[in-house]
């Protein structure tokens, strides 16, 4: 049999797991770098059972199924992937399957992004590293609002640890109910609207799909605080990318913390400045 990995841009699956009981039973391939080109991808795994894809950076829709008669098995990493068409997928034969995880590492990362920005850290360490010294003020989180667009497993993850900094939690998504806000010691916000205006830090943990895309555009930033910060490591397009990097440039909001992208470019524009070491956005 043969396997193939796809996207291990980081060349890490291989040690990220035991590969040592299956590797005496089948050809496994690893890709590091990304196929763009269609009729590429076909003939790199057309000869492939079994494909193992990074997330969403290579979607298989039905037109790509078709081309992949022999594939029988589609891993992807995470139990959710929009780029996936299930439903061909189930007409060709292909078993789809996920690695399940508590979200306790974007649990991590969404307070790696929160305190990076509010303590500047990328700002100052790049100071001291060229002859500066502290150039700023860090903003004590306790006592500020934490307002969370979505309250999931993810979510309640990150308002617990909110909690923990002193800081008073708000939630809401279009499902949330007081019940379930009232569990999670979390106050529930009236309308999205409540929640941007009010917060100093806004968190999103939604889903991606029709009522959530775009769902942050140029109105609802400008409802935000310009002391306030923007953190998604949810789905890039939740947010209207122009529209953040315009606020940004104007002063709007005070910063953003970025995970995830439509589509993943260096951006350099003015005060506006992406890091993409850190994954962190900064004025």
Known sequence: ??????DDYQNAALSMADWSTVTDRMDVKVFNHHFDNKDELVAAIIDCEIVVIMRERTPFQRELLECLPNLKLLVTTGMRNNSIDFVAAAEFGVTVCGTRGGGEGTTELTWALILGLTRKLVL???GVRSGGWQSTIG???????LGLLGLGHIGTNVARIGQAFGMEVMAWSQNLTAEKAEAAGVTLASSKEELLE?????SIHLVLGDRTRGLIDARELERMRPTAYLINTSRGPIVDREALLEALRNGQIAGAGIDVFEQLRMIRSGRCRMCLLHRILVM
């Open 198 to 202: 009010s917060s100093d830090i806004v």
């Open 124 to 126: 100052e360490n790049e």
């Open 139 to 145: 903003v004590d989180l306790n006592g500020k609002r």
């Open 1 to 6: 049999m043969k396997c193939a990995i796809l």
